[in-house]
């Protein structure tokens, strides 16, 4: 068994393990995704700008991108939906959940082509 000690400051790291991290040079800024939660931090200082927590609601992130003007956040997760936030504020612009059509199981990866404007 192994022995685990809460963190002491969650404002430097997560719990759990990280998922992704991109870089948008438009803000200067860096998204780090971990479980259900997204971080956006201050690449100059390192500090900790905004988080948004339960993005894909009880489905833990499976896979992120951003769009090609680093505006929008584009996010699978580990039952299929795929979903659309604003980079700044965390809201949710777009959700691509077709029960019919939607992926029965986990996002494993995100693309987007700028060329087409397409995911």
Known sequence: QFEYEK???PELTDDLPLLCGLFNST???LLSASG???KIWDAR???LMNRFRGLAGEAELSA???DDRERKIIVGDHSGGIHVFDYMNGSLMK???YPE???QSEVSCLVYI???KIV
Request: glycine share 4%; proline share 4%.
């Open 7 to 9: 963190l002491e400051n």
């Open 27 to 29: 803000t200067m800024t």
């Open 36 to 38: 259900r939660d997204i």
């Open 45 to 47: 200082k390192g500090t």
């Open 64 to 66: 992120v991108c951003l």
């Open 95 to 97: 959700q691509f959940a």
């Open 101 to 103: 059509t939607a992926h």
């Open 114 to 116: 700028p060329a087409y």
